[in-house]
């Protein structure tokens, strides 16, 4: 896992170990990289190229993702190139 | 302390300082856009009406379709002819726009939006203006703060580097003025 990349929640927590990851959504404070209020397991975060370590909350459990080192070009994982696609906004034209 | 710094990409980067215009352009710096037709190139204009960009090969993103390309993505044309955008990279994207922070912070609810220059909520007048965040699939119609592009939250940094693709085109003949862009975020 390497920064310059734009992650999942669900991806970052199961990178921090955390037990059952995908069932933390919605029922607990999950915070990651400072990011707080994240209900949602395809919810994306960006890590920009600087970034070394990851902190992790969860309820109050606390865990750390190291990061490999950085992306030399900016990359999508997959799993967030698949929620940009279920993410992406409504085609509706500005009335003016 | 914190900072922005916009750059317009291009071979070199050009700054955009606060009182300059980016301009959207036909063929040329200071030439017009056909009404309804898109920008062949985009500069940085100084107050004074200079060229700021000239010699540093301003990258240009020119708005295709909104759903035209495969799977309904948007395209666009950045050089190489007409793509979806997710095929952009970071170093082809118009804008580059750096938020720094003198300790590491968290960036969220982050949109940005084209507007008249006066009031955020309201459209730049007689412009059409697509914009998108690198590796998004659809331009959203970014005008006026409700309909801002949202940008991907950011994890904690002193620099956040986003990397935006705009692209414009005017609705009736003449010069543009009613028209800038803003970026809105919030830190943590």
């Known amino acids: 896992m390497k920064a310059n990349t734009k992650f999942t929640a669900l991806e970052l927590l199961t990178a921090a170990k955390v037990e059952k990851p995908e069932e933390k959504f919605g029922k607990g404070r999950v915070r990651i990289a400072g990011v707080a209020g994240i209900v949602k397991p395809n919810h994306l975060i960006t890590l920009g190229k600087d970034v070394k370590k990851v902190d992790v909350i969860v309820g109050v459990d606390k865990f750390e993702v190291v990061l490999e080192g950085s992306e030399e070009v900016f990359t999508v994982t997959e799993e967030a190139k698949k929620a940009l696609k279920v993410n992406k906004p409504e085609v509706t034209p500005v009335v003016k | ?188």
Request: with cysteine; glycine share 8%; net charge negative.
């Open chain 2, 1 to 188: 302390m914190a900072s922005f710094v916009w750059l317009l990409q291009g071979t070199s980067p050009t700054t955009i300082d606060a009182t300059d215009i980016i301009q959207f352009a036909g063929a040329t710096f200071d030439s017009a856009i056909t009404v309804d037709a898109y920008n062949d190139s985009t500069h940085v204009e100084s107050s004074i009406g200079a060229d700021d960009s000239s010699g540093n090969t301003p990258n240009n993103v020119k708005f295709i379709s909104q759903t035209g390309g495969g799977a309904g993505d948007s395209q666009a044309d950045w050089g190489d002819g007409t793509e979806d955008i997710d095929a952009i990279l970071e170093a082809e994207c118009t804008l580059k726009i750096t938020f720094s922070h003198g300790s590491a912070v968290a960036v969220t609810a982050n949109t940005f939006f084209a507007f008249d220059g006066t009031t955020p909520a309201t459209a730049p007048t007689d412009i059409d203006v697509r914009a998108a965040e690198l590796a998004d699939i659809i331009f959203t119609q970014a005008e006026g703060s409700g309909s801002a592009l949202s940008i991907t939250d950011s994890g904690s940094a002193t620099d956040h580097d986003f990397y935006i693709l705009v692209s414009a085109s005017p609705e009736s003949v003449g010069e543009k003025t009613a028209f800038a862009f803003r970026m809105a975020l919030t830190y943590t």
